[in-house]
C-alpha cells in the first residue's frame, strides 16, 4: 500500500522521476523460433521456407532483366517478391533490414486469354522457379542467394557470381532492390537509409531529395 505522502505526490504529479527511464522502441527480430527466420539442415543447407505464401507481399515485376543486351525469354514471366512479416516490421522501424531477412522470389509464367480474360496476362498456376535471399550474420558477407529447383533444401551460391556483384553495385538498400518494392522506397527515403551505389545511379534531382 503506498505511503500517504507519496500518494499525494503521485497525484500531484510531484513524485521523484530520476530513476525512470524510459524505454526504447522495441525492434522485431526474426527467429527461427517464430517460424519466420531461416531453417538450416544439419550439413548447412537452407529449407526452403513453405509457408512464404502467408508472408508479406512486396511487389510484382513482369519480364525484368538487368542486363542491357539480354535475351528475351520465350515466354513473359512474372517475378513475384515475399518478405517474412517480422524483417517487413522492422524495416517499417529502421529503413533497413534486420539479421535472418528472408526473401523469397517467385517466378510465375504469364498467361493469356483464358476464362472471360480476354486482354493482359494472368500468372501460372505452376511456378518456374524459385529464388531466396538471406540475411544471416555467419553467412560469407552477411547475405546469400538460394536457388531451389523443387527441392526442400538448397546450399548458398557461390560467391562471386554474378547476382552478389549486381546486387551489391546497384541495390538500393543493404543489397537488396528496395528500389522495385513501392511500398518500401519512400521509407527508405525518409530514413536515409538508400545506400550510396544507387544514389549515384538515380536522378541528381532526386539524389539531393533523398539526403
Not at 505511503?3 to 527467429?31: E, I, S, Y
Not at 517480422?86 to 529503413?95: I, K, S, V
Not at 480476354?118 to 531466396?132: A, F, K, L
Request: aromatic residues 10%.
Amino acid at each position: 500500500m503506498l505511503r500517504p505522502t507519496l500518494f499525494l505526490l503521485l497525484l500531484l504529479g510531484l513524485a521523484p522521476k530520476g530513476n525512470v527511464q524510459p524505454r526504447p522502441a522495441k525492434v522485431d527480430r526474426p527467429t527461427q523460433a517464430d517460424g519466420e527466420g531461416p531453417s538450416y539442415t544439419a550439413d548447412g543447407q537452407l529449407k526452403m521456407p513453405e509457408r512464404y505464401r502467408e508472408w508479406v507481399f512486396l511487389t510484382s515485376g513482369l519480364d525484368m532483366s538487368y542486363s542491357p543486351g539480354g535475351a528475351t525469354a520465350s515466354h513473359s514471366m512474372f517475378d513475384n517478391v515475399f518478405v517474412n512479416p517480422a524483417a517487413w516490421r522492422a524495416f517499417q522501424q529502421t529503413g533497413t533490414w534486420p539479421d535472418k531477412t528472408t526473401l523469397v522470389l517467385e517466378v510465375r509464367e504469364a498467361q493469356g486469354a483464358s476464362s472471360i480474360n480476354r486482354r493482359g496476362h494472368t500468372q501460372s498456376p505452376e511456378i518456374r522457379g524459385m529464388e531466396v535471399h538471406v540475411k544471416d550474420a555467419r553467412l560469407k558477407g552477411g547475405w546469400a542467394f538460394y536457388e531451389f529447383n523443387g527441392a526442400v533444401s538448397a546450399k548458398p551460391i557461390d560467391r562471386p557470381a554474378s547476382c552478389y556483384q549486381c546486387h551489391e553495385s546497384h541495390a538500393a538498400v543493404d543489397t537488396t532492390f528496395v528500389q522495385f518494392y513501392p511500398t518500401l522506397l519512400g521509407l527508405a527515403k525518409t530514413k536515409h537509409t538508400l545506400g550510396a551505389a544507387y544514389l549515384k545511379e538515380i536522378d541528381p534531382a532526386e539524389s539531393k531529395e533523398s539526403k
